[in-house]
């Protein structure tokens, strides 16, 4: 049920685009997406609640396609503080023990910024 | 304050040790987290409390003991741990917890506490 995110590793150069997909084999009721640097807290950067919508923040977008089940970041004009792990997250089922929605992130998409 | 502070930033502990992990926030969050982090893996949810009160237990061994004694405060009680608790672990706070699809908001993570049992 853990969403899978593609590519698993990214290298760019600053200036570079790229593209991170969330893919998930059940539907998905939101996404949020979070960059955790190495050795730091991961850090929210958006959510998506509904299917269609899209959301921006600097030069870091994504989109949320409910009908696929798939979410996908966009980094434009990478900069070198764009370096670290990529994870989406969202709910991942119903917990066996309370029955309520648990979270869980996606396997992650390690990206590397060079000058 | 925005921020999550978690103590201490390392533990090393034996398996027959008892320790603690705390965790706080000035944000006026009702929901609270522990996650569990291994090197170069996503978090993995292990507790969450809404309004002081534990809403989720995700199959955690009873080795570990969540509490949450008001609603800036939250704690980790650790006995008897195996050598493959070692981890990073990480708390957040969010506004609100929802038991609902669609319930969960943006959460504010803690350093995290680098933990190693040997």
């Known amino acids: 049920q853990q969403p899978v995110q593609s590519p698993q590793a990214v290298i760019l150069r600053e200036g570079e685009d790229a593209v991170i997909n969330c893919s998930s084999s059940?539907?998905?009721?939101?996404v949020h997406w979070y960059r955790q640097k190495h050795g730091e807290a991961p850090v929210f950067l958006m959510i998506?609640?509904?299917?269609?919508e899209q959301k921006g923040h600097d030069k870091i977008s994504a989109s949320f396609n409910e009908k696929k089940q798939q979410s996908s970041l966009y980094l434009t004009a990478s900069q070198l503080s764009y370096s670290g792990t990529y994870f989406c997250?969202?709910?991942?089922?119903?917990?066996?023990?309370?029955?309520?929605?648990?979270?869980?992130f996606g396997t992650g998409t390690r990206l590397k910024v060079l000058a | 304050d925005t921020e999550v502070t978690q103590t201490p930033k390392h533990l090393v502990m034996g398996m027959t040790n008892k320790k603690s992990l705390k965790c706080e926030q000035h944000?006026?969050?009702?929901?609270m987290y522990w996650y569990k982090q291994k090197a170069k893996k996503p978090p993995e949810l292990m507790f969450v409390?809404?309004?002081?009160?534990?809403?989720i237990n995700e199959s955690v061994p009873s080795r570990f003991s969540p509490e949450c004694p008001n609603s800036s405060l939250l704690n980790l009680h650790l006995h008897a741990l195996q050598p493959e608790d070692s981890a990073l672990y990480l708390c957040?706070?969010?506004?609100?917890?929802?038991?609902?699809?669609?319930?969960?908001?943006?959460?504010?993570f803690g350093p995290g506490t680098r933990l190693t049992v040997l």
């Open positions: 957040a706070s969010s506004q609100e917890f929802h038991e609902l699809a669609g319930g969960y908001n943006e959460q504010f």
């Open positions: 059940k539907a998905l009721y939101s």
């Open positions: 998506l609640l509904k299917g269609g």
């Open positions: 997250g969202t709910e991942g089922g119903r917990t066996t023990t309370s029955g309520t929605y648990k979270y869980i």
């Open positions: 944000m006026g969050h009702r929901a």
């Open positions: 409390y809404s309004y002081e009160k534990l809403s």
